[in-house]
């Protein structure tokens, strides 16, 4: 970034930020002011992204989402560097296999749900008693359209992300009034995640939906900034759905 915001005084934590719609989160909260630590996988990708945003206001923390240990020090640092945490954005997630449920590896399962689960309970358990708790802020889990209906070739994703929303409403009754939670439900972004879906047939993907594109990561990051704000202080427990139009086709041949 060339031209840093005046700061917002308020700090965010991002998972799965090197790239995608995480990336697009963060970008969005620098773009405001906040200050972000964001994580990923691979360092030289999160290393490159922090570069991008701007090594002023942002931090990277590499490891794998669902260890407990990456979720410890990704709080500690954050708090380290910026004495706080406002907000928590669950972004990481996997889906590492195409099919019917039916012939699911039950061991891919368990890979599914660890990361796209049970890893955004851990880091909401984290920030939650290291800063939210006694001070406030604002939760928001990254679901998927995916997780609204049934979903064919992705189902283990789907359900994994049902999940996501029923914990969604889990953690705002439980954290209320302190910390909203709320919910955000893709549906198709151009990112290298989603490839699989679109690759060699964008514009055939797009003609289903009646704003006529697929979405991108902006799109994602402007509706977090916005459930991060204090335009949204009346709303928790929500998921809203960001899907260029695509459920107004439902039931339609």
Request: proline share 4%; charged share 20%.
């Amino acid at each position: 970034m060339t031209e840093l915001p005046e700061p917002s005084g308020r700090v965010a934590i991002v998972t799965g930020a090197s790239r995608g719609i995480g990336y697009g989160v963060a970008e969005a909260l620098v773009a405001r002011g906040d200050r972000v630590c964001i994580t990923g996988r691979g360092e030289d990708a999160l290393k490159e992204a922090v570069e991008r945003l701007g090594a002023e206001r942002v931090i990277g923390v590499a490891g794998k989402a669902h260890d407990l240990g990456h979720q410890t020090e990704v709080v500690e640092r954050t708090m380290a560097a910026f004495g706080r945490v406002d907000y928590l954005v669950n972004n990481a997630g996997t889906n590492p296999v195409f099919g019917p449920i039916a012939d699911l590896d039950l061991d891919v399962a368990r890979k599914v749900f660890e990361t796209n689960v049970v890893s955004a309970l851990g880091f909401t358990q984290k920030t939650w008693h290291a800063w939210q708790k006694d001070n406030g802020g604002a939760i928001v889990n990254i679901a998927s359209v995916a997780g609204l209906s049934a979903s064919p070739f992705i189902g283990a994703y789907g359900v994994s992300k049902a999940a996501m929303i029923n914990l969604t409403q889990q953690l705002a009754h439980e954290f209320a009034p302190r910390v909203r939670v709320n919910a955000i439900a893709p549906a198709v972004v151009k990112t290298k995640f989603a490839q699989a879906l679109y690759e060699g047939r964008e514009e055939e993907a797009a003609a289903a939906y009646p704003l006529a594109r697929l979405g991108v990561p902006s799109d994602i990051g402007g509706a977090a900034a916005f459930l991060t704000s204090a335009q949204s202080d009346w709303i928790t427990g929500q998921t809203l759905v960001v899907d260029g139009g695509i459920f107004l086709n439902a039931g339609v041949s």
